[in-house]
């Protein structure tokens, strides 16, 4: 099992509960998985890592392969290399990759070279954005994976027609979901007062929630500047709270943008810190990938900042709008956003919380 950024984590977590739980109702010798953790180390910070695995609750990574930041070639290439060590020693039936980042491509390659088998969870999204670093990504390890579990039927379109069998596609639903609702449980039976954001959470559904770092918004100065002006805005009517990512922090003080006040700006948060204010906000404003299906599952409205997206059903069934990248096409939005009150949606089929248990007995039966 293999992760290495931060979306990686919520995704290998209901897994290796899934998984946890056969070997306590005695089937884990039946079905003979006995799963591995490989964390690549792509994220690093405690922030953007450890506090993931902690607060997810996941086993600590059994190998950690320490391969840091770098450009794309440096950072692939030291993922094949530290991982194709494991796979000559370790000679697993399966490696299961999961999204769309760096990690997941490394990996699917260097198994499949080796005969391994490579099951990819979330296979089949397609948001036909060759610019976008993780649209290649999708591609190159779905072109070579053997199992591929889906999460909404775009993704079953797209590698039927692609050619694949449908013997190999399983719509399972999304382990995503299962970790935001095994994690919503926690967090209405917890203590929410030893989150640092507690103290500023301010009544429900009177501000936004910002989360910002595809390298198409932050890496550019001119389109960073054009959002950071439609955000300023927005912040006059809602105060906005904006966790904000590594890349985004260091491309903040590159262009010297200015944030209005209303934005506050906070560290990276772990899971549960950050559910805890975005599940309340009136709306969330997101270029991540994860987030939009998160709203979704829980019906907050959500403005994504692209112009494309590769979870076509969060627009057709949930409470997502693409807003754009424009200062002028986000406030458009904004404003249909304020007008209506947000985009209403249902809860996709099979986003119940129950496809890591599909998965797993998927991978059982091969
Ligand atoms: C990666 C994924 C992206 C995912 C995102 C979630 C790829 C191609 N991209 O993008 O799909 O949405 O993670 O966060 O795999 N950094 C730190 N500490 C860390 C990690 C990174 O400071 O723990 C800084 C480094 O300066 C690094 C930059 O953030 O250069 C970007 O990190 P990187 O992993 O290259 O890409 P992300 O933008 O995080």
């Known amino acids: 099992m293999v992760a290495g950024a931060r979306p990686n984590f ?15 109702d005695g089937c884990q010798s039946i079905s003979g998985i006995k799963a591995k953790i490989v964390h690549t180390g792509q ?8 506090t993931f695995f902690r607060d997810l609750g996941i086993p600590a990574p059994d190998f950690f392969l320490n391969v840091g930041s770098g450009s794309h070639a440096v950072q692939t290439t030291r993922i094949m290399t530290a991982f194709e060590e494991i796979c000559d020693s370790e000679r697993p039936d399966w490696v299961v990759v ?27 999204l397609r948001s036909r954005d060759m610019t976008m ?9 779905d072109s070579i994976s053997d199992l591929f579990f889906v999460t909404e039927k775009s993704g079953v ?84 709270f904006f966790p904000v990512h590594p890349r985004t922090r260091k491309q903040l003080n590159v262009f010297g943008i200015r944030l209005s006040d209303q934005i506050t700006q906070l560290p990276p948060l ?28 829980l019906g907050i409205p959500c403005l994504t900042l692209r112009d494309n997206t590769e979870r076509p ?44 248990e599909r998965i797993v007995g998927v991978l059982r039966r091969q």
Not at 17 to 24: F, P, V
Request: hydrophobic fraction near 40%; glycine fraction near 10%; charge should be negative.
């Open 10 to 24: 919520m995704k290998i977590a209901p897994i290796m509960r899934a998984l946890d739980q056969l070997a306590e």
């Open 43 to 50: 994220h690093y910070d405690d922030g953007m890592s450890e």
């Open 313 to 356: 059903v969060t627009i057709e069934e949930g409470t997502n709008v693409l807003a754009g990248t424009t200062t002028e096409s986000i406030l458009t939005a904004y404003k249909s956003f304020l007008t209506g009150g947000g985009k209403a949606g249902r809860v996709p089929e099979l986003w119940d919380g129950r496809a890591a």
């Open 133 to 141: 670093p993780e649209e290649i990504n999708r591609i190159v390890t």
């Open 98 to 124: 999961v999204g769309d980042v760096n990690s997941t491509l490394a990996c699917a390659i260097v198994a499949k070279k080796a005969g391994i088998g490579v099951a990819h969870v979330e296979a089949g």
């Open 157 to 240: 379109d797209n590698l039927l027609y692609e050619g694949k069998r449908s013997d190999q596609i399983h719509f399972v639903g999304h382990v995503m979901v299962d970790n935001l609702l095994h994690q919503m449980r926690l967090l209405e039976s917890g203590d929410s007062s030893r989150f640092v954001v507690a103290g500023m959470k301010p009544t429900p559904k009177t501000y936004a929630f910002l989360t910002l770092h595809r390298p198409a918004n932050v890496d550019d100065h001119h389109t960073f500047a054009g959002i950071a002006a439609a955000l300023n805005t927005i912040a006059e009517t809602y105060p906005i």
């Open 270 to 297: 772990g899971f549960q810190e950050s559910l805890y204010l975005w599940k309340d906000a009136a709306l969330v404003l997101t270029d991540s990938g994860g987030l939009q299906e998160e709203t979704t599952a």
